[in-house]
C-alpha cells in the first residue's frame, strides 16, 4: 500500500536508496588486472557470438613499455591523436555491473576486426 503522505514518502524513497548505494559497496571486488569498460554495439555487425572487439589508448608514462611486450595485445601509435593505441588479442571474461545473474558473468575472444 503506497504512503499518501509525500514527506514519508520521500523520507522512506531516500532510506532505501541509500541502503541500496551501501549493499553495492560491500559487493564491490576488486580485481587485479581489471579494468571498467563501457561497451556499445557492434555498428557494423561484424563480430560473431562470444567475441568482443576492445581498443584503449596508452598514456605515455613509466610504465607504458609494459604494453609492448604483451603478447596478447597489438601495440601500434595513432598519428591523428600522437598516442599509442592497443587493441586485445586474447580470452577474456567480462562481467555485467551489477552482477546478479550468474549469466551476466561470460569468457569472450577478443579480437581484431578491420572494420571496427
Known amino acids: 500500500m503506497p504512503i499518501a503522505e509525500p514527506f514519508i ?9 541509500y541502503e541500496q548505494v551501501q549493499i553495492s559497496k560491500k559487493f564491490r571486488v576488486l580485481i587485479s588486472q581489471s579494468v571498467r569498460l563501457m561497451g556499445v554495439i557492434d555498428p557494423y555487425n561484424v563480430l560473431n557470438e562470444g567475441e568482443i572487439f576492445v581498443q584503449f589508448y596508452i598514456k605515455e608514462n613509466e610504465r607504458s613499455e609494459q604494453y609492448f611486450n604483451d603478447p596478447k595485445l597489438k ?14 588479442k586474447s580470452k577474456v571474461t567480462i562481467v555485467k555491473n551489477p552482477a546478479l545473474h550468474c549469466g551476466d558473468i561470460q569468457t569472450v575472444h577478443c579480437v581484431e576486426h578491420e572494420a571496427l
Request: aromatic share 14%; glycine share 0%.
Open 75 to 88: 601495440v601500434y601509435r595513432d598519428p591523428a591523436y600522437n598516442l599509442n593505441k592497443a587493441i586485445i
Open 9 to 17: 514518502n520521500l523520507y522512506l524513497n531516500n532510506i532505501i536508496l
